[in-house]
């Protein structure tokens, strides 16, 4: 309670985004609904307002952006809501050298990387802090999500953790006035739309063609849905592919461009309050779209189908702007009315071959969303791009790349293999 009165200086937004830091007051990161630990070990600096570019400005930074995205998603999650793993959350602000964030259900880590003579902590950005949040809250409401081998699923948590940061930014009133001022409300491309534009700069320095131009990723943009099959493992930031970040931008430009209508619907000149009303709106129809969802193969179009279904109840204008933003995108097609072709629950542990992965005999096992042969391509994709830990000295065919991140174990149970999600990694992937 002593430090009750203190305030902080923190980012509003990302570094990179233009948007100067602010006044705020000091946040308390054991609040009692979904409660926070930084750096556990570590004495916090004194709450004060730092200058930027010290560790105490990055704490601080941190630990508002934090607080502040976990009290937004406080109010909008059923009250009962814990971490997967109970109590606080640990959050590891500076986990050593890698130009990454991820989150393992055992807590966020956040990473830096010297780059042309300037240090980048993926832990400064507030786009990247809430960015993991979301996984872990989206975990928190939905835990079945984690190990579903499939893309879309797979890309549905990427979308969440975005569509947390451009929400916990709209949470700060100069950030809103910044958007009215920046587009007026409609869906063209911001200082909130742009995502992590500082770590999307670093990662550019990298590898030129890994992120757009003046970001990581741009919630404002102009792709549609196609199964993931159809698309290919990898590709620039410019095209779209099934890797999870670049497949998500579907969802989360769907999402962002409904929150855009839905906010100036109706309205002459659109308001602070009115767009912070919808922020709250929006989400409120998300988490309850995820929690009701059965995790059907297609993910993007259920959410987006029960969304519309229940936004009647909030506003009458609303299922007509969700539904128009969804079609406009190819989640949701004309004649599917909202909610009517329910699509059937295929969650279950689903036993695959292991002949077509080169494990011989061995089966595998993984839980599924949609068919085998959604498991089987996510599996593939995995093993393609390195991304699967193997059992020390074992199974020669599944290759390990030496920068890869590895995002999933193989684990032996009797005479079989199971797959499991070690965590979400924010797959920057600039060195690979
Ligand atoms: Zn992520």
Not at 164 to 180: N, Y
Not at 232 to 260: D, K, N, T, Y
Not at 292 to 319: E, I, K, N
């Amino acid at each position: 309670m002593k430090h009750a009165l203190a305030e902080v200086l923190a980012w509003q937004d990302d570094p990179g985004s233009g948007l100067k830091p602010v006044e705020r007051p000091a946040p308390n990161l054991a609040s009692t609904m979904l409660p926070l630990t930084i750096d556990r070990r570590r004495q916090p600096p004194p709450p004060a307002e730092y200058r930027v570019a010290t560790g105490a400005f990055r704490y601080w930074t941190a630990a508002e952006a934090l607080r502040r995205a976990a009290d937004f998603w406080a109010g909008i999650v059923p009250s009962t809501t814990e971490w997967w793993i109970g109590g606080a959350l640990p959050v590891a602000l500076d986990d050593g050298v890698d130009l990454n964030a991820n989150y393992d259900r055992f807590g966020l880590h956040f990473y830096h990387q010297r780059l042309a003579g300037a240090t980048v902590y993926t832990g400064e950005s507030p786009d990247v802090l809430c960015h993991e949040l979301g996984h872990a809250v989206l975990d928190a409401v939905k835990p079945q999500l984690f190990h579903t081998a499939s893309m879309e699923t797979a890309a549905f948590h990427e979308a969440f953790g975005d569509i947390s940061a451009i929400l916990s930014a709209l949470q700060l009133e100069p950030v809103r006035r910044a958007l009215i001022a920046a587009t007026g409300g409609r869906y063209q491309s911001s200082q909130v739309s742009r995502l992590a534009e500082q770590v999307g700069a670093a990662v550019r320095r990298l590898r030129p063609d890994a992120a757009d131009p003046d970001c990581l990723r741009n919630a404002v943009n102009s792709f549609s849905y196609r199964t993931p099959a159809q698309l290919p493992p990898w590709a620039p930031a410019s095209q779209l592919s099934c890797e999870p970040h670049s497949f998500s931008r579907v969802f989360s430009a769907g999402f962002f461009e409904a929150l855009c209508l839905m906010a100036s619907d109706g309205q002459e000149r659109l308001t602070e309050d009115r767009l912070r009303e919808v922020a709250l709106d929006a989400a409120g129809l998300l988490v309850d779209a995820i929690r009701s969802s059965p995790v059907p193969s297609r993910l993007f179009a259920d959410v987006a189908a029960r969304m519309v279904a229940a936004a009647g109840a909030v506003d009458r204008r609303y299922p007509r702007l969700l539904h128009s933003a969804f079609l406009r995108r190819g989640i949701l097609s004309a004649a599917a009315e909202a909610g009517g072709d329910a699509p059937k629950s295929n969650v279950g542990l689903l036993t695959l071959s292991g002949r077509p992965f080169g494990l011989g005999e061995t089966a595998l096992i993984v839980q599924a969303a949609g068919g085998a042969d959604e498991s089987h391509a996510f599996v593939r994709w995995l093993i393609e791009r390195g991304r699967i830990e193997t059992p020390a000295g074992r199974f020669s065919a599944i290759p390990s790349h030496p920068h890869t991140v590895r995002s999933h174990r193989l684990v032996e149970l009797d005479d079989q293999l199971v797959l499991e999600r070690i965590l979400f990694d924010c797959g920057f992937h600039a060195r690979s």
